[in-house]
């Protein structure tokens, strides 16, 4: 079929709106190239990107040695599936069982947060021999129909209802309530340690111990969703660290594959033990190029001190915003990391549009917060212009002041 007459005749941001789906709805600026923290348009003009990726510039746009890793593994392999092993896979899974932490030992290998979450969920089931899955209020981990089941967002959920049988929402950073829910039904407790997608919400310290201890005296399993919060975005490699648990299924993606599509779901030995054998699968899981990409992330990672990085600027930028808890128009700010929110008491879209005139694109998250997630090759300039900038727009918004 030829494409629809006067669609040719579009710029290019409206042709892209026109023949895609449409479900996204699209900022008015087309990204064309990246390097490091930065962003171009087709027109050259540059952004700092605090959200461009939802989160997955951890090592920045392009980072020499990803690219390369990349090239050169496009010059030997570009797939062959898990039942061949493969020296590139084998080089990822090293990798990523050396940095997390003892007990978590072996990993299923696929593409998007939400399989890691899916392949997590069917895990937990399957160990456990049990049906319910409890989530978290105002959790996010994906739109898939069993990932969606766990997702407590009304608008995401309805549409596709029925969901999948079994799961049930607790509310969050409430003891009480999930002693109530556990029984001997439960199979595992779903739950991002910094909740991302619903506001930058940190659940308590307290709430995660409390959490794998009543999990485990239940004889159910508990997932950690750190599809957003892993690999050090909140200035740990996982944010369950901050707890000091150990939880018995772990979900990984975003920054993983420094800008490929790269996730994978870390376990304890128990867990895998209790799988049968092609009870889960995917055409695509531990692809060599995919695999190269992650594996020269965890390097860089680990050579530059990144993880570091995002703690110690992370704190800083966090420090310097916190001015705003005065203005009138703000909530709070609170972060962990380079994972930064500043709740507003209207809706995020305004400063969001004033950041990206000012030349920075950030996110929103939950109904009323700026989500700030810049990638930890930031230089101190850079972050001090994205906190700049940042109260120049929240103030120019709430109270209609220009800061600058
Ligand atoms: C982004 C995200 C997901 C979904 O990951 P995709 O790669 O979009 O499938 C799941 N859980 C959390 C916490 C996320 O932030």
Redesign the pocket.
Known sequence: MSIQKGIAELDPVARESALDSGVVPKRQVQIVRGEASTVWDADGNAYLDAGAT?GTNHVGHRHPRVVQAVKDQLDRLMHVTLTWPNDTRLGLLERLVAAAPDGLERAFLCA????A?ECALKFARQATGRKEVLYLSRS???RTMG?LSATAKRAYQEPFEPLVPGFRMVRANDPEALKEALSAETAALIL?PVQ??GGVLPLDREYLKTARDLTADAGALLIA?E??TGMGRTGRFFAFDDAGILPDLVSV??GLGGGLPV?ATLMTQDVAAKQATLSHGSTFSGNPVQAAAAAAVLDVLKDERLVERSATLGERMLDDLRVLEEVPGVRGVRGRGLMIGVELKAKPQPVLESLRLRGILALSAGATVVRLLPPFVLSDAEADHIVGETKAAVLEQTTGADAA
């Open positions: 939802f998007t947060g939400t399989e979450n996010f981990h994906g990932a991002e991302g997608e969703d599809v957003q993606g975003k996730a």
